[in-house]
């Protein structure tokens, strides 16, 4: 029986490698039947402003990051609120799902999944609970403050 596993894997790796390899191949034939111009093929906004903003986006996620997490361990009444709420749960869990729910634009789509956040894993607790509701929102409008938006 281990034995069929490890077969497994090793077909498995077998064809990720041979993938991988196929895919380099097709890269290398491209660049020598397209010269510098393969790369066309393989980055969408070639002749953008990629390079000079490489690393933007996760700068700006770190520091969002680290205001979430900054504004859920002061002494805020509304962080105080949301820790109380969340008992036991990993605060630093919580602060990364906050802030990628922050990238959501719909501000109904983004209140829903904070108050789905919010609701207590395992527990039966109702997300249409007004108090829920009351406290996902005022967590909202507290990130905007944090953010000046």
């Given at each position: 029986m281990a034995n069929k596993k490890e077969t497994h894997s090793c077909?498995?790796?077998v064809d990720t490698f041979a993938e991988a390899l196929a895919t380099a191949r097709q890269m290398q034939q491209n660049w020598l039947?397209?010269?510098?111009?393969?790369?066309?093929?393989?980055?969408?906004?070639?002749?953008g402003d990629w390079l000079e903003t490489w690393g933007?986006?996760?700068?700006?996620?770190?520091?969002?990051?680290d205001a979430i997490k900054e504004?859920?361990?002061?002494?805020?009444?509304v962080a105080v609120k949301v820790r109380q709420h969340?008992?036991?749960r990993s605060l630093f869990d919580f602060a990364v799902n906050l802030e990628e729910s922050w990238r959501i634009s719909?501000?109904?789509?983004?209140?829903?999944?904070?108050?789905n956040?919010?609701?207590?894993?395992?527990?039966?607790?109702?997300?249409?609970?007004?108090?829920?509701?009351?406290?996902?929102?005022?967590?909202?409008?507290k990130l905007?403050?944090?953010?000046?938006?």
């Open positions: 077909n498995n790796q039947t397209y010269g510098v111009n393969f790369v066309n093929f393989y980055v969408e906004d070639v002749d933007h986006d996760e700068i700006v996620g770190n520091s969002q990051l504004f859920l361990v002061s002494k805020d009444s969340l008992g036991e719909q501000t109904d789509d983004r209140l829903s999944v904070v108050r956040l919010l609701a207590s894993e395992g527990n039966s607790i109702d997300t249409d609970d007004v108090m829920l509701l009351d406290l996902a929102n005022i967590l909202l409008g905007a403050e944090i953010f000046d938006l």
